[in-house]
């Protein structure tokens, strides 16, 4: 599976962003799709995921703020953002682990919240 990502940009503190994730194929065998993010010196970090079944866990900082949905018949996850802050700047990447266990990741998209 080949994961596209797209969707970042520049935007003002208190913005909205929306990211899009598209799948080459089918996300029908794939459980678990999800959005990590790292920033500058940081550790890439967990920001939502969400099953098969729709069950979405977040990041504690993201609660809130940040929606996880997926689109099946589209083959693509989402991850809207709103209340952007500063502290969100990073590169989003989207990832899938399919019914088998294998991870596949996509290129990140860079998000960059000006204050």
């Known amino acids: 599976v080949q994961l596209q990502a797209s969707g970042g940009g520049l935007v003002q503190a208190g913005g909205s962003l929306r990211l899009s994730c598209a799948a080459s194929?089918?996300?029908?065998?794939?459980?678990?799709m999800g959005w990590y993010r790292q920033a500058p010196g940081e550790q890439r970090e967990m920001v939502a995921v969400i099953t098969d079944t729709g069950t979405t866990n977040y990041a504690n900082s993201v609660k809130g703020r940040f929606t996880i949905s997926r689109d099946n018949a589209k083959n693509t996850v989402y991850l809207q953002m709103s209340s952007l802050k500063p502290e969100d700047t990073a590169v989003y990447s989207c990832?899938?682990?399919?019914?088998?266990?294998?991870?596949?990741w996509g290129q990140g998209t860079l998000v960059t919240v000006s204050s």
């Open positions: 990832t899938a682990q399919d019914v088998f266990g294998t991870e596949f």
């Open positions: 194929r089918n996300i029908f065998t794939i459980n678990t």
